[in-house]
């Protein structure tokens, strides 16, 4: 913690803390300078990451991706060698399980909650199917509850596959259920969703570094315990880093935060060999960056010592059972860095004196199940196919939790196409009859048009009217959390300039980063739902070019941070750039290798000369090439005609429009006099988290096919 360059990081972090800004703006400056001087590779990668952090709480820029991504290939040509924390987390409670398994029941329920990669599920299975306990039931039910590590399903379709092979190979009747949890609400309902199906059955719970997640949200983990207590499970397993910092203290919360990651890093890289340590290292990247930049329900890395966990166990009616450090001589042979110690009965694995993850397991106190109590009917869905050993293979998402509010249930389904009252999944149909006839879709301006002034439903409307005499919280609101827009953001668009007065206080009306960024991501999910009426898109978060443009990161270590995979075959390439409190829309042609500098304030051709030189630059050398353009020509700058603002706050509105018309085509159709109605839309699509569907188009299609 001696080095120059740490002493920096937390003299940042403490003026951050304290609302001096402008001192921190100087002490991310000097630790540019001390970073190439640190010759501790570990220390100088962990600073990087937390000065990353630093630099999203400031700017209010959060992951897009809350989990490791794996790599969009085949599992058959991975080679996936677990680390040592996963070989921790199953070694340390295995004989607990076996020791269960010694119970005479004919059927085995194995509950996992992790947030590990799905090549373990392929370990433990094998573990379980195949090298098991001689008494090993007739039938074992496996229900996997953890997130989608990849936007490609590919990586699912070859889990199944390995899933399948394991469990052909077993004498036991094998049933997997796969729920998919990307978020602390996903979990919580994946886990009340949860029942004993039989008298006759062990039911083994199994916690792997995702328990802690569930203190974001206020009363989850007594709703989950409560529930799994009534569950009755044979034994919980629980495996959690051995960390702490749940407080809202943000100062304490960094320093102690770093001191944990800073061990954590320099015990994993003495094996940082393979794939499992480049995914380990992108999820406590992204572990690092929720601990610093996120507050309230966001954040939700919540780490607790184990002696806190066990106040929480025992206070919902849990009692432990010892774990015995004994068998642990196989992987201290293989991992010598580590040492396992004993705490209150449960092995902590530590790494030079300091403890990093531990074990521990539990029982409901006088568990005993009875006659009738809290058994469930078994699903047909869920009973085995004709092959030689019933294997049954299901994969379902639970439904993402709405932000709570008086409105009746049927408010949540409010319709793709704005003008209309039916569903999207009535949409969506009408899509899927008609996406090949319309391969290519080209917009005209007035079907554009109709589209942005859409007229508000009477239920849109009501909303608007709630939201207006809505109190602030600064919590995120709307549907889509991961948006992450506070609500005194999205209150922002609510506020309509006047338009023949003087304007006071002009920023009560300006759109932020949260903003911005939110609409530019409604834009490309708009896309993949539907690929053949926009061409693909993809944007930069706003403070990318910001970082470039300032100097505090240099072209090649602004490249390392943007996820190439993204933004790989898109066709337009947004990037929202503010510059001096003004927002200007960068877009990139690709097709056309076309630079396009879109200012609402219709500022000369020879204007922001400089910026606009840094940023070709860096297209041209950095980004073209790993994209594939190798041999690509120099980027044209052109000038489009397009509408220009009145005022002087209106920019960020105008910005987010330019690159709505641009996802359709080249036409802007709209005025300044359009303003006060694209804040109030743009409000209501981060609110729901989807834009909406023209809806000429929609209208022509249900007339040309009469559906």
């Given amino acids: 913690m001696g080095s120059p360059l740490v002493i920096k990081l937390m003299d940042c972090a403490k003026a951050i803390a304290d609302g001096d800004l402008k001192f921190a703006d100087q002490l991310f400056s000097d630790m540019e300078a001390l970073s190439a001087a640190e010759t501790n590779r570990v220390t100088k990668k962990v600073v990087d990451y937390f000065a990353e952090a630093l630099a999203r709480r400031v700017h209010g820029v959060h992951p897009r991706n809350p989990f490791p991504l794996l790599p969009s290939s085949n599992l058959k040509k991975i080679s996936y060698e677990p680390s040592p924390l996963e070989w921790f987390a199953c070694m340390s409670t295995d004989y607990a399980i076996r020791d269960v398994l010694n119970v005479k029941k004919n059927k085995l329920h194995l509950i996992e909650i992790s947030s590990l990669v799905d090549c373990w599920q392929r370990h433990s299975l094998e573990e379980y199917l195949l090298h098991g306990h001689h008494g090993m039931p007739l039938s074992f039910q496996y229900t996997s509850i953890r997130p989608k590590l990849s936007k490609n399903d590919d990586y699912l ?28 609400p996903d979990i919580v309902e994946s886990v009340l969703r949860l029942e004993r199906t039989s008298e006759d059955e062990i039911i083994i719970v199994r916690w792997v570094f995702q328990l802690h997640k569930l203190l974001a949200l206020e009363g989850a983990v007594d709703k989950v315990l409560s529930k799994l207590k009534d569950l009755k499970p044979d034994i919980m397993v629980i495996v959690e880093q051995e960390a702490d910092n749940n407080t809202d203290d943000f100062f304490y919360r960094f320093a102690s935060s770093f001191k944990y990651y800073l061990n954590l ?5 003495l094996y940082a060999t393979n794939l499992s340590s480049l995914i380990w290292e992108r999820h406590l990247r992204w572990q690092i960056c929720n601990v ?13 010592t184990l002696a806190r966990w066990q106040q929480r166990l025992y206070g919902a009616r849990f009692c432990s059972v010892s774990l015995c450090s004994d068998h642990f001589a196989d992987f201290l042979y293989d991992f010598s860095a580590y040492k396992i110690e004993e705490n209150s009965g449960f092995p902590v694995l530590l790494a030079a004196g300091h403890p990093l993850i531990f074990a521990s397991v539990w029982k409901p106190a006088n568990a005993t199940h009875s006659s009738g109590e809290n058994i469930g009917n078994s699903d047909d869905t869920m009973r085995g196919t004709d092959l030689n050993h019933p294997i049954t293979i299901l994969e379902e998402s639970t439904s993402p939790v709405v932000e709570p509010e008086a409105v009746s249930s049927s408010e949540f389904t ?16 009408v899509y899927n009859r ?20 859409s007229p508000f439903t009477e239920k849109e409307s009501k909303r608007l009217s709630r939201w207006k005499s809505r109190k602030l919280t600064r919590n995120v609101a709307g549907r889509d959390k991961q948006l992450n827009v506070p609500d005194t953001s999205l209150a922002s668009l609510l506020r309509i300039p006047p338009s023949s007065t003087p304007i006071c206080e002009e920023k009560q009306y300006y759109v932020d980063d949260s903003v911005i960024n939110a609409f530019f991501d409604l834009l490309k999910k708009r896309q993949e739902k539907f690929p053949d009426w926009y061409k693909r898109n993809s944007s930069l978060p706003t403070w990318t070019m910001t970082f470039l443009l300032s100097g505090k990161w240099t072209m090649t270590k602004l490249l390392s941070c943007i996820n190439i995979e993204e933004i790989a075959g898109t066709a337009k390439l947004f990037i929202p750039l503010c510059l001096e409190n003004h927002w200007i829309l960068i877009c990139v042609d690709m097709e056309k290798r076309e630079f396009l500098w879109l200012d609402s304030l219709n500022s000369p051709p020879d204007a922001h000369h400089t910026e606009k030189t840094t940023i070709s630059e860096w297209l041209e050398k950095h980004l073209l090439p ?41 036409h802007f159709p709209f005025t300044q006099e359009d303003m006060p109605h694209f804040r109030l839309r743009v409000f209501l699509d981060i609110y729901r988290g989807r834009l909406p569907v023209p809806p000429s188009h929609v209208r022509f299609l249900r007339a040309l096919y009469n559906i």
Avoid at 166 to 179: I, T
Avoid at 414 to 429: A, G, I, R, W
Avoid at 631 to 659: E, H, W
């Fill in 414 to 429: 409010e319709p793709e196409v704005v003008s209309s009252s039916e569903s999207d999944d009535d949409n969506e149909y």
């Fill in 157 to 184: 379709q070859e889990n199944r596959r390995m899933i399948t092979e394991v469990a052909q190979r077993s004498p036991v009747d094998f049933k997997y259920r796969a729920l998919f949890a990307d978020s602390v």
């Fill in 434 to 453: 008609i996406r090949r006839s319309m391969h290519g879709k080209i917009w005209s301006v007035q079907e554009v048009r109709e589209y942005l002034v």
């Fill in 292 to 304: 610093v930049a996120s507050e309230g329900i966001d954040r939700i890395e919540r780490h607790e």
């Fill in 626 to 666: 790993v994209l594939g353009y190798r041999n690509s020509q120099q980027l044209k700058l052109k000038q489009l005609n397009i509408p220009y603002q009145t005022n002087r706050i209106d920019c960020g509105i105008f910005v987010m429009k330019y690159a709505d018309c641009l996802a359709h085509c080249d």
């Fill in 265 to 269: 890093f320099e015990s994993l890289e």
